[in-house]
């Protein structure tokens, strides 16, 4: 499928229609063969045999939407941006009026009109569409460059805007569980981001150190009645003592042999979860975790005797977003919390050492870095933020299984910590708040949710490649001194 | 003894169909040097393609099983290799050269969508097909326990020595192989003496298809039931035999089962992955990689 119509002879005027066509209509062609066994042909179970239902509609139009999208591809691509992006809103304005089979369909042709007419209009702003690998990489570190200027005064705004969110008219239950949820994953991501970002290592178990601290915080409150605060720091050791365990002997590994084993420790927690049920209930979980207390004042309507409640305490009437409230602020506090232990060790020698070995391994070697032991530190460090979120999680739902806990969230988290681009705190919360919060809203499509996220997994790292917001800034290099050189400024001028 | 030999059959069996998922694993990584993660999603939908197109000459009423059976492999191959085709056009190449995450994030994206791709349209329900090939030979005879080799598991066994032949056949004695090999060691030069780089990895792409699709058949022959879901334990399971080998694979699971509690046969899997990539990090045959600087 390469660019057939771009060989014309450039003093030809106008598109090569023949070639367009051809091309166009090859695409169709994979695409009908793609939709044609499993789009086509559905299997139904019924009484146990499986039979098929026939459904041509759905793969001719996809084939035809494949073929228009391909033609208004290339003609971006050749120049023509105007005439597509007209065709492009009048289809989906279209399409928006026409009775189509399935929500599915609306989907896709929004989605596909929306990507081409962004396209279209990117072309006519820049005169052309499409820019090299390198251009792009470059223009994305532009951009992450200026983000990381301007964190500094949007990270102080944001960390304001959460600790406000509570408080705000329009902040009801439902948009605080979401918030809860976004947090976590926040949080989570900062954690995962010490392993990957910093460190350079593809850990693809990371949702076993959460397990680790989820089970730990349950298993202990049921068994030994610990409270939640005991829990907490007891959850984020024996995560860390998890990651001991595991980098230990996998940290000689590198690259994609890393990644592997990881991904099959977090595999084998969660089958020795699923299968030892007499500790971990096995496939029910565990159920009545207890909730935390706000030092010491729990959050019931009518509590025990002897015991003041929350609101009897401040007398307030009983409220059920108190504990909501309290929870938000309790996993917002755990989320800076991360954040500012790894903003700080980003700047020990510890620190420089994960990045530098990020860079080079064996340079790194030479230098007499022991790069087994700082390694390991990331691990730990990184495991116990896991840990802690995982304790957070487990009495923020009051019910844990090990469903939770299968590769597909390693997979969420990783996906946060690259989308967002690897290193990047901001970016982050960003991927987060996109992948995570984003998705809440549409819950009317929730089985079209996975889907939709492997595909902008995919479509983000094809766009751009080192994630929304990657910048890769040395933090040692003299960085101001850099810059004003670049800019031509003498290095001791004034700031 | 006999349930020893009965568990080693059913382990090479089962160890024929993981090494036909490993090849396309193993050929990918050398070539772009990724982990294909979609590759389980292939074998997924090659099974799924299988059960249709058994349904289909079910109702077309060809029932003469040695027909019926190529035409589902033919037709199984054909659409797979499709499938790994538009995925490596659409996933990986637009990201080759770039940083070395990005295509593993790219995969692991490709292999949720795929997933649902396939619960959306054709049902998160397990599907059952009646058993295709029936009868077998009966080993031994009398005494407690009698070791069985069904027709199945010989057709199984034969197509993957067969298969596996032929696969080594291109790799070694064949243009494309030479190809393949050549891009292996570097794609640069491989580009400059001439070699179609993008149309090599491309067709790398789609063997590992078509061999992920054969297994997708069998495992639809051995086991009769497919869900979306088989492909990601089957691909991290092919992974591990990329690594050990696909008979070792096999016969740690059938043995595992056979012996020990069948719930922690992927533990032990993943286990002996572990201690294996600890203690010869390049693979149970492989020779060590130096690094050069």
Same mark, same amino acid.
């Given at each position: 499928?390469?660019?057939?119509?771009?060989?014309?002879? %450039?003093?030809?005027?106008?598109?090569?229609?023949?070639?367009?066509? *051809?091309?166009?209509?090859?695409?169709?062609?994979?695409?009908?063969?793609?939709?044609?066994?499993?789009?086509?042909?559905? /299997?139904?179970?019924?009484?146990?045999?499986?039979? +098929?239902?026939?459904?041509? /509609?759905?793969?001719?139009?996809?084939?035809?939407?494949?073929?228009?999208?391909?033609?208004?591809?290339?003609?971006?691509?050749?120049?023509?941006?105007?005439?597509?992006?007209?065709? %492009?809103?009048?289809?989906?304005?279209?399409?928006?009026?026409?009775?189509?089979?399935?929500?599915?369909?609306?989907?896709?042709?929004?989605?596909?009109?929306?990507?081409?007419?962004?396209?279209?209009?990117?072309?006519?702003? *820049? @005169?052309?569409?499409?820019?090299?690998?390198?251009?792009?990489?470059?223009?994305?570190?532009?951009?992450?460059?200026?983000?990381?200027?301007?964190?500094?005064?949007?990270?102080?705004?944001?960390?304001?805007?959460?600790?406000?969110?509570?408080?705000?008219?329009?902040?009801?239950?439902?948009?605080?569980?979401?918030?809860?949820?976004?947090? /976590?994953?926040?949080?989570?991501?900062?954690?995962?981001?010490?392993?990957?970002?910093?460190?350079?290592?593809?850990?693809?178990?990371?949702?076993?150190?959460?397990?680790?601290?989820?089970? @730990?915080?349950?298993?202990?409150?049921?068994?030994?009645?610990?409270?939640?605060?005991?829990?907490?720091?007891?959850?984020?050791?024996?995560?860390?003592?998890?990651?001991?365990?595991?980098?230990?002997?996998?940290?000689?590994?590198?690259?994609?042999?890393?990644?592997?084993? /990881?991904?099959?420790?977090?595999?084998?927690?969660?089958?020795?979860?699923?299968?030892?049920?007499?500790?971990?209930?096995?496939?029910?979980?565990?159920?009545?975790?207890?909730?935390?207390?706000?030092?010491?004042?729990?959050?019931?309507?009518?509590?025990?005797?002897?015991?003041?409640?929350?609101?009897?305490?401040?007398?307030?009437?009983?409220?059920?977003?108190?504990?909501?409230?309290? +929870?938000?602020?309790?996993?917002?506090?755990?989320?800076?919390?991360?954040?500012?232990?790894?903003?700080?060790?980003?700047?020990?020698?510890?620190?420089?050492?994960?990045?530098?070995?990020?860079?080079?391994?064996?340079?790194?070697?030479?230098?007499?870095?022991?790069?087994?032991?700082?390694?390991?530190?990331?691990?730990?460090?990184?495991?116990?933020?896991?840990?802690?979120?995982?304790?957070?999680?487990?009495?923020?739902?009051?019910?844990?299984?090990?469903?939770?806990?299968?590769?597909?969230?390693?997979?969420?988290?990783?996906?946060?910590?690259?989308?967002?681009?690897?290193?990047?705190? +901001?970016?982050?919360?960003?991927?987060?708040?996109?992948?995570?919060?984003?998705?809440?809203?549409?819950?009317?499509?929730?089985?079209?949710?996975?889907?939709?996220?492997?595909?902008?997994?995919?479509?983000?790292?094809?766009?751009?490649?080192?994630?929304?917001?990657?910048? *890769?800034?040395?933090?040692?290099?003299? @960085?101001?001194?850099?810059? *004003?050189?670049?800019?031509?400024?003498?290095?001791?001028?004034?700031? | 003894?006999?349930?020893?030999?009965?568990?080693?059959?059913? !382990?090479?069996?089962?160890? &024929?169909?993981?090494?036909?998922?490993?090849?396309?694993?193993?050929?990918?990584?050398?070539?772009?040097?990724?982990?294909?993660?979609?590759? !389980?999603? =292939?074998?997924? =939908?090659?099974?799924?393609?299988?059960?249709?197109?058994?349904?289909?000459?079910?109702?077309?009423?060809?029932?003469?099983?040695?027909? &019926?059976?190529?035409?589902?492999?033919?037709?199984?191959?054909?659409?797979?290799? =499709?499938?790994?085709?538009?995925?490596?056009?659409?996933?990986?190449?637009?990201?080759?050269?770039?940083?070395?995450?990005?295509?593993?994030?790219?995969?692991?994206?490709?292999?949720?969508?795929?997933?649902?791709?396939?619960?959306?349209?054709?049902?998160?329900?397990?599907?059952?097909?009646?058993?295709?090939?029936?009868?077998?030979?009966?080993?031994?005879?009398?005494?407690?326990?009698?070791?069985?080799?069904?027709?199945?598991?010989?057709?199984?066994?034969?197509?993957?020595?067969?298969?596996?032949?032929?696969?080594?056949?291109?790799?070694?004695?064949?243009?494309?192989?030479?190809?393949?090999?050549?891009?292996?060691?570097?794609?640069?030069?491989?580009?400059?003496?001439?070699?179609?780089?993008?149309?090599?990895?491309?067709?790398?792409?789609?063997?590992?298809?078509?061999?992920?699709?054969?297994?997708?058949?069998?495992?639809?022959?051995?086991?009769?039931?497919?869900?979306?879901?088989? !492909?990601?334990?089957?691909?991290?399971?092919?992974?591990?035999?990329?690594?050990?080998?696909?008979?070792? =694979? !096999?016969?740690?699971?059938?043995?595992?089962?056979?012996?020990?509690?069948?719930?922690?046969?992927?533990?032990?899997?993943?286990?002996?992955?572990?201690?294996?990539?600890?203690?010869?990090?390049?693979?149970?045959?492989?020779?060590?990689?130096?690094?050069?600087?």
């Amino acid at each position: 499928m390469t660019s057939i119509a771009s060989n014309k002879v %450039a003093s030809e005027p106008g598109p090569a229609l023949g070639a367009i066509l *051809r091309e166009a209509a090859l695409t169709a062609l994979v695409a009908f063969l793609l939709t044609l066994p499993l789009v086509g042909l559905r /299997t139904v179970e019924s009484g146990g045999s499986v039979s +098929l239902r026939t459904d041509f /509609t759905s793969v001719a139009l996809a084939v035809g939407l494949v073929f228009l999208g391909r033609i208004g591809m290339i003609l971006n691509r050749e120049g023509y941006p105007v005439p597509v992006l007209a065709v %492009a809103i009048v289809i989906a304005v279209g399409a928006t009026f026409t009775p189509l089979p399935g929500s599915l369909a609306y989907v896709v042709i929004l989605a596909g009109s929306l990507v081409l007419g962004l396209q279209a209009l990117l072309a006519i702003r *820049r @005169s052309r569409s499409t820019l090299s690998l390198q251009e792009r990489d470059q223009r994305m570190d532009q951009i992450g460059a200026k983000v990381q200027q301007i964190a500094w005064y949007v990270g102080p705004i944001l960390v304001a805007f959460a600790i406000a969110l509570p408080m705000l008219p329009f902040a009801d239950r439902g948009l605080l569980g979401v918030a809860i949820l976004v947090m /976590t994953y926040i949080m989570l991501g900062w954690g995962l981001n010490i392993i990957v970002g910093l460190a350079g290592l593809l850990d693809l178990g990371y949702v076993a150190f959460y397990a680790v601290g989820a089970y @730990s915080y349950a298993l202990l409150a049921q068994w030994f009645d610990f409270s939640f605060w005991l829990c907490l720091p007891l959850a984020g050791l024996f995560a860390a003592f998890a990651g001991l365990l595991l980098g230990y002997p996998v940290l000689r590994l590198r690259g994609d042999y890393f990644a592997i084993v /990881t991904l099959g420790f977090g595999e084998i927690i969660r089958i020795v979860l699923l299968n030892w049920a007499d500790v971990t209930g096995g496939p029910n979980g565990i159920s009545g975790i207890p909730r935390p207390s706000f030092f010491g004042l729990p959050f019931d309507r009518s509590p025990d005797e002897g015991v003041t409640s929350f609101h009897q305490f401040f007398g307030l009437d009983y409220d059920a977003t108190h504990r909501v409230i309290f +929870l938000y602020y309790l996993i917002l506090a755990l989320a800076l919390l991360v954040n500012l232990i790894s903003m700080r060790l980003r700047k020990l020698p510890l620190g420089r050492a994960w990045e530098a070995l990020r860079e080079d391994d064996i340079a790194c070697q030479a230098l007499g870095i022991n790069r087994t032991n700082m390694k390991l530190a990331a691990f730990m460090i990184s495991a116990s933020f896991g840990g802690l979120a995982g304790s957070f999680f487990a009495t923020y739902q009051g019910f844990i299984s090990p469903e939770s806990f299968s590769f597909i969230e390693s997979a969420i988290i990783l996906a946060i910590v690259v989308l967002g681009g690897m290193g990047s705190q +901001l970016g982050i919360v960003i991927a987060a708040l996109l992948l995570i919060g984003l998705p809440e809203f549409f819950r009317g499509l929730e089985e079209y949710r996975m889907l939709a996220f492997g595909l902008s997994m995919v479509l983000i790292m094809v766009w751009r490649p080192r994630g929304l917001l990657a910048h *890769r800034e040395p933090s040692l290099l003299f @960085s101001k001194y850099a810059d *004003r050189l670049r800019a031509g400024k003498p290095a001791g001028g004034a700031q | 003894m006999e349930y020893f030999f009965q568990q080693l059959i059913n !382990g090479l069996t089962l160890g &024929a169909i993981y090494g036909l998922i490993a090849i396309g694993y193993t050929m990918v990584y050398g070539i772009i040097g990724m982990i294909n993660f979609a590759h !389980g999603e =292939i074998y997924m =939908i090659g099974a799924f393609i299988s059960v249709i197109s058994f349904v289909v000459l079910g109702t077309a009423g060809i029932t003469w099983v040695p027909l &019926a059976l190529f035409i589902v492999l033919i037709m199984a191959i054909l659409f797979t290799s =499709i499938y790994g085709w538009t995925i490596e056009r659409l996933a990986y190449r637009p990201l080759r050269g770039s940083f070395r995450l990005a295509p593993l994030i790219s995969a692991i994206g490709m292999s949720i969508f795929l997933q649902n791709y396939v619960q959306l349209l054709q049902g998160a329900r397990r599907k059952t097909i009646p058993p295709v090939i029936q009868g077998g030979f009966q080993l031994t005879e009398g005494g407690a326990f009698s070791v069985n080799l069904s027709y199945l598991q010989v057709v199984i066994i034969l197509l993957t020595v067969a298969l596996m032949a032929a696969f080594t056949f291109v790799i070694t004695r064949t243009s494309l192989g030479r190809q393949q090999r050549a891009c292996e060691q570097d794609k640069l030069m491989a580009g400059l003496v001439g070699v179609n780089v993008d149309r090599t990895i491309s067709l790398t792409f789609v063997m590992g298809a078509a061999l992920a699709a054969v297994a997708g058949v069998m495992v639809t022959l051995y086991y009769g039931v497919i869900d979306f879901y088989i !492909g990601f334990l089957a691909g991290v399971k092919a992974f591990t035999a990329a690594v050990l080998g696909g008979i070792m =694979i !096999g016969l740690i699971e059938a043995m595992w089962s056979g012996y020990f509690a069948t719930s922690y046969k992927d533990v032990a899997a993943f286990t002996i992955l572990v201690l294996v990539l600890i203690f010869r990090p390049s693979g149970l045959l492989g020779r060590p990689e130096v690094e050069k600087v």
